[in-house]
């Protein structure tokens, strides 16, 4: 196996990337308070064509449809505020996506492509969120859609031993952990369902692999292929009136859907918060109220009545819980360094085998690996 060396000293560069100041973001300027922030990203654009059809590009397909999402959002949506990562036929590196939408604050990060395939007769939408690949044909789309770094001008020093071509660089991907992985699972698979149910395209699925332009931010994230362009009937859909129309409709039902949810839960999960900062569980376990970055383990997670009283909790001690999206997760401790919550992780599987490691800011989860870099500059 090669040397994975340079692949960490890449990966260690790509933490600070979020913060470099590059392309300017094509937004929408609207000065009324917000309560949501999407960022549409129309992918590819400019040099980088994407997959190419028998007569049209995916970078203009997918534009067309993302500025229609849009377009409908600002009707039906005015107090959601839509950001996008490019308007037109612009280049934009897959780190400066992922950029735009945190130097945003954005709550939802919606990334549309076109599928290509070999298979000419290939065809259905599928929708992927950050994860490992645990197919073939899931780490063939990420390295698709991951060899654009090839070309931006200063890749190599970018990227520095990053490959897109080569399965080995991905295992580095097990490493990092995303704080957003059930939401982005929540609107992933609305997006499948109607694109099934309301417009009847074939669903291929919700996925997951490991894509540069998710890897980076800092929210509920999703990458959409909307279709082959690789099949000629797909081709002529996904540039017809009809297509974009009825594409665009399902992604904007389902980000409304994915709001709606959300607002929903929110009287519900402050009632919680409130309760469960006074609840005690022998003696100091409460809820953490942290105005800054701190690390927890996470437990387990149960749609059951919460219950603080099972002899597991209680033989750890410092569990609380927090529900979201219909799920109630169970935490263990609060910790101000990622390395004090590594040494409690192993004690934790003793009970839980499936624990892991995740990290907030001022109560709101964000994924480790910003919140150790976070951290360190602190320090």
Excluded at 197 to 223: C, E, H, Y
Aim: aromatic content about 10%.
């Amino acid at each position: 196996m090669r040397d994975l060396f340079p692949m960490v000293r890449f990966f260690l560069l790509i933490f600070f990337l979020i913060a470099v100041k590059q392309t300017v973001t094509a937004k929408v300027d609207n000065d009324k308070p917000h309560r949501f922030i999407v960022v549409l990203d129309a992918g590819h654009g400019g040099k980088d064509t994407g997959a190419l059809g028998s007569f049209s590009e995916e970078k203009e397909v997918v534009l067309n449809v993302t500025l229609k999402i849009g377009e409908i959002i600002q009707e039906r949506l005015p107090n959601v505020k839509i950001i996008y990562t490019r308007t037109d036929d612009t280049f934009i590196p897959l780190y400066d996506r992922a950029r735009i939408a945190n130097e945003n604050k954005a709550d939802l990060f919606v990334s549309l492509h076109a599928n290509s395939s070999r298979n000419i007769t290939a065809s259905g939408t599928e929708t992927f969120v950050m994860g490992l690949h645990k197919t073939t044909s899931n780490l063939e789309v990420a390295q698709k859609e991951n060899a654009v770094i090839a070309l931006e001008d200063d890749y190599s020093e970018r990227y520095e031993g990053y490959d897109p071509s080569s399965a080995e660089s991905f295992i580095i991907f097990s490493l990092m952990t995303n704080a957003h992985l059930d939401q982005s699972l929540f609107i992933a698979d609305i997006v499948q369902k109607e694109f099934t149910d309301r417009i009847n395209r074939k669903n291929r699925g919700v996925k997951q692999a490991g894509f540069l332009v998710l890897w980076n931010t800092t929210m509920p994230s999703i990458l959409v292929e909307l279709g082959f362009i690789s099949n000629i009937n797909e081709e002529r859909y996904l540039n017809s009136e009809k297509g974009t129309n009825e594409l665009s409709e399902s992604v904007f039902n389902a980000i409304k859907v994915y709001i709606d949810d959300l607002e929903k839960n929110l009287n519900a999960l402050n009632e919680s918060k409130n309760h469960e900062e006074k609840e005690k569980l022998g003696g100091d376990n409460v809820i953490p109220n942290k105005q800054d970055i701190y690390f927890s383990i996470q437990l387990t997670a149960s749609k059951s009545t919460p219950d603080l009283k099972k002899k597991e909790f209680i033989e750890l001690t410092d569990v609380y819980y927090i529900p979201t999206n219909g799920f109630n997760k169970y935490y263990h401790g609060s910790f101000a360094e990622y390395t004090q919550a590594k040494e409690k992780i192993e004690a934790c599987k003793k009970y839980f085998p499936g624990a892991f490691i995740v990290a907030f800011e001022e109560g709101n989860p964000i994924s480790v690996d910003v919140a150790i870099r976070k951290s360190s500059k602190k320090q």
